[in-house]
């Protein structure tokens, strides 16, 4: 030990190699003596700017940092698999589509959109949900999102929008968040982001996991068969462990806690062998529907109802693997929505066509050049041949003499020279021979012009719940904009949606009378069916497989009882942590040391879906009065959770205000196993909803 830990020369040898292989080496391979005193006139200097390996290491640092992508800069990948379970060569010839069973690698990066990379989780935000397939015929990304419409109908107001949703340029601030001036005032003159305002206040925006949400291809695409006949499609992810979201309040504080929650919440799962699974779906329909749908297909603002189009399940993604390395994977990943494989095609909606530009071209600028197709995380996995060549960090330069098409070697003279790669025809990507016309006009269709009715029909759908969690977004984030005027046209809009949701913000936000509707429907609103498909709670796991309970534990806790809680998490398929005054574990009433994961204030009840809380009869008392512990008690109790408890807790739970208030969510599981896999059970409906509508009378 003390020869490991000898720092007196600056650290330098403190680790000696252990063989060749672990001698460290300059990037030129030169081997380092020593990499932890720069080369000097006598020790106390001057430095000598001779040293080429401290210059070396000083100046390969100095250049570490790549833009951050202007949007969904904080992301997390994760490698997995794709595997066909329908085939469906009556749509598309593409092999993915077409080899049923087969496993094609993937790669999937998960981000927010706003906030920049260092930014928290669990932001109000879009979630961006990114897939590259490697396909034996080259990448297809599925570049999409977890809302499945979008803020604006042509890509040209892309840069606007997000100029008004980030930081103001002028103070730099707010980061990652909506709630301000510029985003509501450029919303509120954008009638068109209308329904996205809809799902954006929802909880859709607070996902409780990356693992328990949905994700949308969002635009209209085509599938094209080897007849070359097309349909139109848009694609699906459901995830197996159904939806779920935090709340507001839970949000705020989880992201002080741990502004990573969504990164270790993936990270731990696949680090723990419980991989996420989502089900590839299609809504296809043809030329035929799109003519008679009350909206128009190519309209990215809407979708189309799947109680009006049913999702037909094809596929599973599994998410199995983590990162190796974060830069050189969820950083470098380059996601293109034109990177499309035979039997896939775009459609004429105008984001997507904005889309197919702006990913390539911020690319070049991010990555550094056009040879990025070279990165691991970005080259195909299937052969690739053409004569591109050279460029900046050219990796994979042809051999031979041919570089170009049409050549003549291979034939004649040239017999023994490869000619290199030829184009197929029969093998090739071909797009879609639609039938365009048109005068050259810079105009909306008018076909793009309802922006109220689908809202209405999102916010009908919820339940109450929902609701009044979208009310109370919206009054939030309208109470952080200061210009009365911004605000008062927001609510104008939300009347032609909901005249009672409408009316709640108008009161949150304090106005004294209902601000006149704004004149911009100008298509009349329809009143469209509910869509059950739309909301979270009713389309809810009812099982509580893959989230996790906390238990705190203190000491005299009854072991019994806490062995009985975590085997009934573990038998349901969840992860239970134990939590303790001390991270060093608590002395059980079996006279045994438990140690704990979590320290109180580091593992505080927001950053689980249930909790437990256990001890003996002293240290109920004792720690009736310790803050992080009432803090405990109190946010579950807010948040709607399932608490388990002993009687022992009472005096805790007095001075938390919520032992009287024992409602049907607080379980007592003092009498062992039963008890405990009976609370577990009840865990799976994930939240006891009716404490907040008792809360709200
Ligand atoms: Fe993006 N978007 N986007 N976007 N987008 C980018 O590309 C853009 C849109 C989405 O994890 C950028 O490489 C325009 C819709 C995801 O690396 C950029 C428009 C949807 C990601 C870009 C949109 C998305 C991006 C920034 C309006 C859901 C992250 C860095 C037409 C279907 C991918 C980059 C990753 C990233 C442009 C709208 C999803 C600037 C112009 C709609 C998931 O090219």
Known sequence: MADLFDLSDGGANHQKPQDDDHVMTTAQGHPVADDQNWLSAGPRGPQLLEDQIAREKIFHFDHERIPERVVHARGY???????????????????????????????????????????????RDVRGFATKFYTSEGNWDLVGNNIPVFFIQDAIKFPDLIHAAKPAPDRGFPQAQTAHDNFWDFISLSPEAMNMVMWIMSDRTIPRSFRFMEGFGVHTFRLVNAEGKAHFVKFHWKPALGLQSVVWNEALKVNGMDPDFHRRDMWDAIDAGDYPQWDLGIQVFDEEFAEKFEFDVLDATKIIPEEQVPVEIIGTLTLDANVDNFFAETEQVAFCTQNIVPGIDHSDDPLLQGRNFSYLDTQLKRLGGPNFTHLPINAPKCP???????????????????????????????????????????????????EISGAKVRERSPTFADHYSQARQFYISQTPVEQTHMGNALTFELSKVQRMDIRKRMVGHLRHIDEGLAQDVADGIGLTELPDKVPFA?????????????????????????RKLGIYIAEGADAGVVKALQQAAKDAGAMAEIIAPHVAGAKLSDGKLMEADEKIDGGPSVVYDAVAVVMGEESGKRYAEDKPSIDFVND????????????????????????????????????????????IETCGKLRFWDRESVKQD
């Open 77 to 123: 990948g994760v490698h997995g698999h794709f595997e066909l379970k329908k085939a469906i060569p009556q749509y598309s010839r593409a092999a993915i589509f077409n080899q049923e069973g087969v496993k094609v690698p993937t790669f999937t990066r998960f981000s927010t959109v706003a906030g920049n990379k260092g930014s928290p989780d669990l932001a």
């Open 384 to 434: 690739v041949r053409h004569f591109q060549q050279d460029g900046h960090m050219a990796m994979h330069n042809p051999k031979g003499r041919v570089n170009y098409e049409p050549n003549s070697w291979g034939s004649g003279d040239g017999a023994d020279v490869d000619p290199g790669p030829r184009a197929s025809a029969e093998r090739g990507f071909q797009s879609y021979p639609a």
């Open 522 to 546: 100008r298509k009349p609103i329809t009143d469209l069916p509910e869509s059950p498909a739309l909301s979270i709670l009713k389309n809810g796991p009812d099982s509580f497989k893959g």
């Open 636 to 679: 579950a109790f807010a948040h709607a959770k399932f608490v388990a408890y002993v009687p022992a807790v009472q005096p805790l739970f007095e001075n938390a205000g919520v032992w009287s208030r024992r409602d049907d969510g607080f379980v007592d599981v003092s009498s062992g196993k039963d008890a405990a896999a009976s609370f």
